[in-house]
């Protein structure tokens, strides 16, 4: 019997470039070789993509690679285009295996492409993955389920040229301190904090070189807790609640990935009824942007009120060693072998 193929694709174009590679380590060693015929294509920060017939897929191991390897469009090819050695050639592809964080992988692109070539592919669909990309969209959709969220205020990068002008407009709707960040960057990049004028107009400038759209909240203090979403056939799984704890003021980019002091807990002492709350809450907003096969959904419980309050969602969440996703399976009894399973299998099921 043949093996199914199984495209994996990781990297990309985001500045979550690294981290994708970390997942992707993670993911697949997880995937069965006795069932799937498993393919590398690493996309190199520049956007080359690259057939990796290495072990590795750290950084550094496989951008060198001789052949490229591109996921086609056309439907008649259900597949790759492999270039190698002046030789064009194609290979049909079963299901595709998305291990992207941030743009051009989180936001619908390679989604689309997927679903031109009429590839099943794990994660949630074109407009899911764009609206959930997006926080600002995010907001407006959520805003519409009986879900709280921080006040915020948008900000266009064009719109910076006037500096004096956007500070006054978000003091007027946000008191400080705010945080700010990028509307399309994901594991907190360009993200910051806002305590006063001189810091708001820096971290205004900071997130405008992630992305041309800006948003700024309202400080929410209070505790970072996750819940993850599964969808297995019918059901939506909904796991146990997990906690940030973040060596740093807020749990940015460098407190996630280089400060061994961070630590993430599967099983933290709620008030009474909030862990429903939250898992309730997941489910919305899983539901309000049409989500499929996986997300983590993001909250606070907002200090001296345990209002629970949404934050974000992200559709392709991390599989690092650190990752709460698979965490929270694991905590549920759902192993990571299991877990890719059930993924590949909600991709085919999705294609029916």
């Given at each position: ?7 994996l694709?990781?990297?990309g ?12 380590a ?7 070789t ?6 590398k294509?690493?996309?190199t920060?520049?956007g ?9 897929v750290?950084p550094?191991?496989w951008?060198?690679?001789s ?12 597949g ?5 050695e002046?030789k064009?050639e194609?290979k ?6 998305p291990?992207?964080h941030g743009?051009?992988?989180e936001?619908g692109?390679?989604?689309?492409v997927?679903?031109?070539?009429g590839i099943?592919?794990i ?6 993955s764009?609206?959930?990309m997006?926080?600002v ?23 910076l ?13 946000l008191?400080y ?13 360009g ?19 992630e992305?041309?759209k800006i948003?700024v ?5 209070g ?9 297995d ?6 796991s ?8 740093a003021?807020f ?6 990935y280089?400060?061994s ?14 862990t ?5 809450a ?7 942007v049409?989500g ?16 629970v ?14 990752s ?9 009894g ?5 877990l890719?399973?059930r993924?590949?299998r ?7």
């Open positions: 019997m043949d093996k199914t193929v199984l495209a694709i990781y990297g174009q985001s500045s979550e470039h690294e981290v994708s590679c970390m997942s992707a993670t993911v697949i060693g997880a995937v069965n006795e069932k799937y015929e498993l393919i294509i690493g996309i920060k520049d080359r993509w690259i057939l990796n017939e290495g072990e590795s750290s550094g191991s951008e060198n690679g052949t490229r390897a591109v996921l086609s469009p056309d439907a008649g090819i259900h790759l285009i492999l270039l190698r002046g064009a194609t049909r592809v079963d299901v595709v295996c291990v992207l743009l051009f992988g936001d692109t390679i989604q689309g997927c679903e031109l070539a099943p592919y994660g949630c669909g074109v407009l899911s764009a609206v959930s997006d926080k969209f995010t907001k407006a959709v959520v805003e519409r389920y009986p879900v709280s969220q921080a006040a915020y205020a948008v900000v266009l990068k064009k719109e040229s006037d500096m004096e002008a956007v500070i006054r407009r978000i003091e007027e709707k008191p301190p705010v945080f700010v960040k990028p509307a399309n960057a994901g594991s907190s990049r993200v910051s904090k806002a305590a006063d004028r001189e810091e708001l107009a820096a971290a205004l400038a900071f997130a405008a070189a992305d041309s948003l909240e309202e400080t929410i203090v505790r970072e807790l996750e819940c993850a979403v599964l969808q056939g019918g059901d939506i799984l909904v146990g609640v997990g906690e940030i704890l973040a060596a003021e749990y940015d980019y460098d407190a996630k280089n400060n002091d961070s630590r993430t807990v599967t099983d933290p002492v709620l008030p009474e009824g909030k429903e709350e939250i898992r309730r997941a489910r919305a907003v899983f539901g309000a049409d499929r096969g996986l997300s983590r959904v993001d909250f606070f419980l907002e200090e001296g009120t345990d209002r309050i949404f934050n974000e969602i992200n559709t392709l969440p991390g599989f690092t060693s650190i709460m996703y698979p965490m929270l399976f694991e905590k549920c759902i192993g990571l072998e299991e890719v399973e993924l590949i909600s991709a085919f099921e999705r294609a029916l």
